[in-house]
T-cell receptor
Framework: TQLLEQSPQFLSIQEGENLTVYCNSS?????LQWYRQEPGEGPVLLVT?????EVKKLKRLTFQFGDARKDSSLHITAAQPGDTGLYLC????????FGAGTQVVVTP | NAGVTQTPKFQVLKTGQSMTLQCAQD?????MYWYRQDPGMGLRLIYY???????DKGEVPNGYNVSRLNKREFSLRLESAAPSQTSVYFC???????????FGPGTRLTVT
């Protein structure tokens, strides 16, 4: 089983602040996905990154895929309470392997 | 489209009881998956079905069985529930050649 480590486990910030979540592995991914999960619901895909060094933007969210395709980061600019949720990264090695997640809480 | 639906939403079982979790998708996806989610451990794959008529074990298959009834439906059975199976169970589906897995709303199972 491939191991995906996410950090930090928990992040609490004020509205308007920036935050970064990290996802790391010792193995190379063929692709990596970021999901957001809200309480009582299933995860919803935010983005898929495939190419080493790739950067994708989704409004205030910026996703980076490491050059060696072993790590990724999610950066949120000017966080809003609606960004509150569990952020999960998932590496694709034929089947998805999920990290444990980062719980983000944004308070007004 | 309803997407991926799961029943029931909540269930409490006593140790040793059996039950089947139901999952259905209306997106004509080939692949379907069962995960369990436990605090601090993310989502772990129990079983998956790459296409109708095939099923394969995932990371944590012990204590579970699955049936891919048809292209739409993929059920998960606990033959003799144990407290260690207390968890939230998610079903997901994936279209052929796609990246995005679509998840159902989950079943919260407690085994006492």
């Amino acid at each position: 089983t491939q191991l995906l480590e996410q950090s930090p486990q928990f992040l609490s910030i004020q509205e308007g602040e920036n935050l970064t979540v990290y996802c790391n592995s010792s193995s190379v991914f063929s692709s990596l996905q970021w999901y957001r999960q809200e309480p009582g619901e299933g995860p919803v895909l935010l983005v898929t990154v495939v190419t080493g060094g790739e950067v994708k933007k989704l409004k205030r969210l910026t996703f980076q895929f490491g050059d060696a395709r072993k790590d990724s980061s999610l950066h949120i600019t000017a966080a809003q309470p609606g960004d509150t949720g569990l952020y999960l990264c998932a590496g694709d090695w034929g089947k998805l392997q999920f990290g444990a997640g980062t719980q983000v809480v944004v308070t007004p | 489209n309803a997407g991926v639906t799961q029943t029931p939403k909540f269930q409490v079982l006593k140790t040793g009881q059996s039950m089947t979790l139901q999952c259905a998708q209306d997106m004509n996806h080939n692949s379907m998956y069962w995960y369990r989610q436990d605090p601090g451990m993310g989502l772990r794959l129990i079983y998956y079905s790459a296409s109708e008529g095939t099923t394969d074990k995932g990371e944590v298959p012990n204590g579970y069985n699955v049936s891919r009834l048809n292209k739409r439906e993929f059920s998960l059975r606990l033959e003799s529930a144990a407290p260690s199976q207390t968890s939230v169970y998610f079903c997901a589906s994936l279209r052929q050649g796609g990246y995005e897995q679509y998840f159902g709303p989950g079943t919260r199972l407690t085994v006492t």
